[in-house]
């Protein structure tokens, strides 16, 4: 994975000048707080996608540096309102936005990027980008507030887990890559063969990230273990676990959570439920079954560096913190 | 004005509907709190405004019903977002959707119906029109964000607080009446001169409310007198105010605001001040100003009724509530 970094090297750093050039204003709130998301330590993996998906697609251009900065204020927009709602004082270590300059001012940047990607967007004339930005940021909406919706609700389906995790996460990631086809002028089914590699990306991402928060290295990512649980976000390894486990256990289960009973023996509890029940692996699974889809969904194309980077990344997706 | 209410009443019902239709969704969350929001009072002053812009610009088809909704949509979000900013209870003398539904649920459906608009939008494939709308939100969001920056700062200019209504309220009037124009395909010298025209009526509308603020009859309109002044934001009459009384009041008054001492006597100390240096009726002069120019903006057209209307309107702007 890091060759593919390095194959990317000099158009992220045309990015990373087009994101500080994008959240230059006379409003320093904007400028601020803009760069303390963005300096946060992302790792830029929609501009990677982007900029590998457009090579692999025969685009020569230099649109992508600024589209890839689009899609990274999109994401920030939709950063600084999660982390409003989830109530956020920390991301990836450092003090959130909305612990340093508050709700209201979050809320507010947050709709200015948003706004501000779209006044980019739309300046390509291109109808296709459009539909696909507006759509992508219609469904992450529509996923957030899906998943708000079934907030703590034991009840919620595999179906409408994945419907969420589909519209919040894998919608951009979709976008992204039909925007690198978008620029390689691409044939219509090409479009959609690159946006559903980029949807099972996606999945596949989201369903990691799920599976890492029951697993993850405290130390390493700046995450304490089982944070969704708390935060009542009921995702497959739980989900997965309340399907397998003992009518028994799924009350006690269903106790902890509905009382906030988060203590460091019942966080254990349910972590050796999973191990026992092996939802991890199950969830695990599910995610490589969507890097596997997503290494089938690429058109063939003549030059094969980028599509050799892009399943690099396909397996990476998966595998970047285990 | 009641005529020209009339003169549009079917087309307002057609708009009703489309809104209706707009908010249908599989998610309830969506369809009950864009209802409660849109049901709430609103007088569909954009609306009529598209309608007789697009009349007036020649305009036959029947775009101007969803470009009218679009546009409502998008004041209901900015409206979401703006009561959990100000952490308003209540909104026309209902309770706003963030006090029976929460703070999360509000910011979401505000992005959710930020994003469904900008959807629909890039659905006609006009470049105009996608950039006269996203520009507008850009700097509707710059402008919530500068009023928040000079929240409870009184030396907030003349100047600032004129381009902060600019950018928070007539940039969406100016986007209004410029569809009107793009859908009657007026000339580019006149698409801007329907532009001018509603930013000048959105700059009267703003400056009659901020200065209804302090003289708004409690019962008629649901609002109590001064809130702005509770809220921190430093409005016309307030700022032509400190420019003209004595130092010793300048000083009461920052003294009230800088501890939030909102009593009946401090507010009723500061509206006589307003009363005797004439700050009311400077402000409304200045809306009229703003309403003058508005009425001047306006190309000719043969059909003289939606011109007569547009001109009705104009007046209305600052009148309505007095």
Known sequence: MEEVWDLCREDLQRVEEQIHSDLKSNLSLIS?????????????????????????????????????SVIELIHAATLFHDDVIDEASTRRGNKTARMLWGNQASILV???????????????????????ITEATRKMAKGELAQLAFNGDLSITEEDYLEIIGNKTASLMAATCRIGAILGECSSEQRTEFESFGWSIGMAFQLADDTLDYIANKAKLGKSVGKDLEEGKVTLPLLALLKRCSQADAEKIERVISLSEFTEENLKYILNLMKEYGVIEYSLDMARSFVEKAKKSLP??????PLQALLTVADYVVDREL
């Open 32 to 68: 601020i707080m803009g760069s303390h998301l963005i300096n946060s330590g992302g790792k830029r993996f929609r501009p990677l996608l982007m900029i590998l998906t457009s090579r692999l697609a025969g685009y020569t251009g230099k649109s992508h540096t600024e589209l890839a």
């Open 110 to 132: 947050g709709d200015y990027l948003y706004a501000k990607a779209q006044c980019t967007i739309v300046s390509f004339h291109n109808h296709d980008l459009n539909e696909t």
């Open 300 to 305: 063939l194309f003549e030059d094969t560096i």
